[in-house]
């Protein structure tokens, strides 16, 4: 066992074993305060950077503390490190628990991520779609967005005049934190966003290399720094300064986890060497650098191809939401439109039975005769007796209206009246009077039929003259001609 633990390097052993016991105490012996999450946190934002293998046992234990926010510090990584397919994967994850509180902070980073990969991949359109809400957000970004601030690609999603005002507010965030490694880097992307020729991106420069003297910060941030300086000496055609610069970290450079950090790192270090004629460092960084951009462009096309395909798929999810939505819609409107017309049938049949009920007698005369009309219609009606036109059967209320040129309701309103009787009843007792005279007057009448005698006077009935003939004379026809014959 002592012969193995001796081939490891001591620093590297060292280093280790501090890690690993730390996370062992913080676990299992000791209460977590705000204080050690957020030490716990700061040290997750760093290994993203560089060391990917301490990474995944902090991220786990993290997760049992704040499970949404280690999602979204896994997702960052994964971006980080351009593994656009597995952040994918868990984007779909985290936004099952985002999208429950479209107003939350995690729903912000959730959509903040989303943008991020879509700019990442190239998908403009839906990358249009998402910077609009997360533009809009009413959240400070200033303080939610500052601690996943750790590579340039983040403010791609916001405007030129946020990015600045995003990074000065994490810039003071991290000082008065005391956050140096968050300080080095928020310097130079600051630094890189304004005028690199700038007093301002000068002094950012400056301020974020002092801390890598001042403080170990660890060689991703030695890296991050001298490279940015690096650029600065390409662009003034000095490749001397810039190569005395990056020489050092070639080897190192590969352990960065940042893959946009270690590209750029290899083709700034591969412009140096060729300015200075040095080909066997030329050689090795373009092929780290190509190596770099085709693993990358391969994964980008794969993940592309994922990511429109699940667009698509939820596109189709939305139209088949709301074509169902509408098929809803117009079943309620026939529904609605067919109790309409069942309650307007129902209305007029209610209304029908009501105006059926009311009793004829309750009808309100709305009329008044003139003196001389009903005195008219009286002289008419004497001479309609005494000529017995009553025993023609085709008289009528509305034919003998019309021949005495009234209107029927006068007409009815005079009978009625004068005569003791409504119309119908008034033209049968005539009838009846009519016959009864002729059997008396005349003895041959005596001999005819009953039914002789109602078509006689006006019936075209047999019965309905029995019936009318015996209420109005308390005998039957033949009983009343028994009678007078006897």
């Known amino acids: 066992m002592i012969a193995i633990i001796k081939k490891i390097p001591v620093n590297l052993l060292t280093e280790r074993i501090v890690v690993f016991l730390c996370l062992f105490i913080i676990a299992f012996y000791t209460p977590q305060t705000p204080n050690d999450v957020g030490i716990l946190r700061e040290e997750i934002l760093d290994k993203m950077q560089y060391d990917s293998q301490q990474l995944e046992p902090l991220l786990k234990y993290y997760s049992k503390i704040s499970p949404a926010d280690a999602q979204i510090l896994r997702i960052k990584s994964l971006l980080i490190k351009g593994n656009y397919e597995e952040a994918l994967n868990s984007l ?8 429950n509180d479209k107003k939350s902070e995690i729903f912000f980073q959730y959509q903040y991520l989303y943008a991020e990969l879509c700019q990442a991949l190239g998908l403009t359109s839906e990358l249009k779609n998402i910077s609009n809400d997360v533009q809009n957000f009413k959240f400070s970004k200033q303080i939610i967005f500052a601690d996943l601030a750790i590579d340039k690609t983040s403010f791609e999603v916001f405007a030129p005049s946020e990015r600045i005002a995003i990074l000065k507010s994490a810039i003071e965030n991290y000082k008065k934190a005391g956050n140096n490694k968050a300080l080095i880097q928020s310097s130079i992307w600051l630094s890189e966003l304004l005028n690199k020729n700038s007093a301002e991106s000068m002094l950012a420069r400056n301020y974020a290399r002092g801390l890598t003297n001042i403080n170990k910060s660890g060689i991703y941030y ?4 001298f490279n940015s300086l690096a650029k600065i000496e390409l662009e003034k055609s000095n490749p001397k300064a810039a190569f005395d610069l990056l020489k050092n970290f070639q080897s190192s450079a590969s352990g960065i986890s940042n893959i946009g950090l270690k590209a750029d790192f290899y083709k700034n270090l591969a412009k140096a060497s060729a300015g200075i004629n040095e080909f066997n460092m030329l050689g090795s960084a373009n092929d780290n650098y190509f190596n770099i951009i085709q693993n990358i462009e391969s994964k980008k096309s794969v993940a592309k191809a994922m990511l429109v395909n699940y667009i698509n798929k939820m596109n189709e999810e939305k139209l088949a939401a709301q074509q169902k939505m509408f098929r809803y819609i117009y079943l309620a409107i026939i529904m609605i439109f067919i ?14 039975r009501l ?14 005769i003139p003196d001389k009309t009903e005195k008219r219609i009286l002289n008419k009606l004497e001479e309609f007796e005494k000529n017995h036109k009553y025993i023609q059967k085709t008289v009528s209320l509305k034919t003998l209206a019309q021949q005495f040129d009234t ?5 009815s309103e005079v009978v009625n009246k004068h005569k003791n009787s409504n119309f119908n009843t008034y033209i049968n007792n005539l009838r009846i009077d009519y016959i009864v005279d002729k059997i008396e007057e005349n003895p041959e009448y005596r001999k005819y039929k009953v039914s002789y005698l109602a078509d006689e ?3 075209s009935s047999h019965s309905l003259f029995t019936t009318i003939f015996k209420n109005r004379m308390n005998l039957s026809p033949t009983e009343f001609l028994q009678k007078i014959n006897g």
């Open 92 to 99: 779909s994850a985290l936004k099952k628990i985002a999208t």
């Open 355 to 368: 105006t059926k009920k009311v009793p004829a007698s309750t009808e309100v005369k709305n009329f008044v």
């Open 457 to 459: 006077c006006g019936f």
């Open 339 to 352: 109790i309409a017309i069942i309650l307007i049938c129902w209305s007029i049949k209610y209304k029908s």
């Open 222 to 225: 030695e890296i991050l720094v």
């Open 407 to 411: 209107n029927p309701k006068y007409l």
